[in-house]
């Protein structure tokens, strides 16, 4: 470690991601912040297990690339190529933000490590940067899902809801409450025992919304047992559920591990010191793999979004071939003029109906 550390070496046994700290029984360990404590997990675990220390960075590395490139087209496609801003459309352009910001503070941490050891405030923004995507893509995450049960199941009691102004004011609310959380995480002391605090956290940022999608995801699957169901209609709830379904497993995937480890220290805050630390780092690794996994909310989900970039690879072939499954369906589902309209619209036109047409 080097001499600059603020913190020794047995005051960052068993670091938590959100308020656990080594020994929290250690009435003597000076109140260090806990962001102290996580600038200094690399050269921790470097030292510990050189190995598995080279292999994370390698990981991080992948997600850094496959994250920039597919946020970066996602979000040129959400705001270049689409002119009508729904609220999904909306909360899926914060999404895409949170996710660059994790992407672009992975190069500041090995360059952090390799050029600035020991540096605290250098390492300020990759510690920020991460804490607040994972709690601003849990909350959009979730807004999505709630916009797409509203506007499936309940289109009418909830269209004075579903404005763009209100989606703006919520994503206002979502970063500005994300951002209060993160700061004042970062800015707990790493002295006491903070259980409360760690589960009225994960209780509110994790537990509560895998409620509410899961619940949401319930109720859909309860509308698509309704007989008498047109098949355009289910075609829209079958697509909601799987956005849901998606939702889910990425839940389940990237942040269940860190919250349970979260939780675990905090009941067991005497297990073995590498065996935290290594579950410490393959949860914040699995953490950072949202920003590549968000993608496939709007790009195997949504087909407007698919449409999109076929036309921005092959663009005559998009023109004069419309290959999603929801064209058929529309075509199917038009009279008179209504089809000609919109097979003969160009592929602009085409996305915007995709995308925003009947799940707006």
Known sequence: MPSSSPAEPSAMAAP?????????TNTSMPEVPLFHLFALLDEELHTAFPG????????HGTIFLAGLVLNGL??????????????????????????LLVGLSLPTRFAVFYGAQGCLRCAFPHVLGYFLNMHCS??????????????????????????????????????LAAGAVTLSVLGVTASGRPCCRVFALTVLEFLLPLLVISVFTGRIMCALSRPGLLRQGRQR??????????????FLVC???????????ALWPDMPHHASLVVYHVAVTLSSLNSCMDPIVYCFVTSGFQATV??????????NVPSCGDVVSMHKSS?????????????????????NGPEA
Request: with cysteine.
């Open 16 to 24: 938590n991601a959100t308020a656990a700290v080594a020994v929290w």
């Open 52 to 59: 598995l220390w080279l292999g994370l960075m390698a990981v």
């Open 74 to 99: 996602a979000l040129y496609v959400f705001c270049c190529r689409t002119r009508a801003k729904t609220p999904s459309i909306i909360y899926t352009i914060n999404l895409v933000v949170t996710d």
């Open 138 to 175: 849990i909350l959009f995450l979730t807004c999505i899902c709630v916009d797409r049960y509203l506007a499936i199941v309940q289109p009418e009691g909830s269209r004075r809801w579903r404005q763009p102004a209100c989606a703006r004011a919520v994503c206002a609310f979502v970063w």
């Open 237 to 250: 709830r079958v697509r909601a559920m799987q956005l849901l379904l998606t939702v889910l497993v990425i």
């Open 255 to 265: 942040f269940t591990p860190f919250h349970a480890r979260q939780v675990a220290v």
């Open 310 to 319: 076929r036309g921005l690879f092959h663009q005559h072939g998009a023109e």
């Open 335 to 355: 009279k008179g003029s209504g089809h000609h309209h919109v097979l003969s619209a160009g592929p602009h036109t085409l996305t915007q109906a995709l995308a």
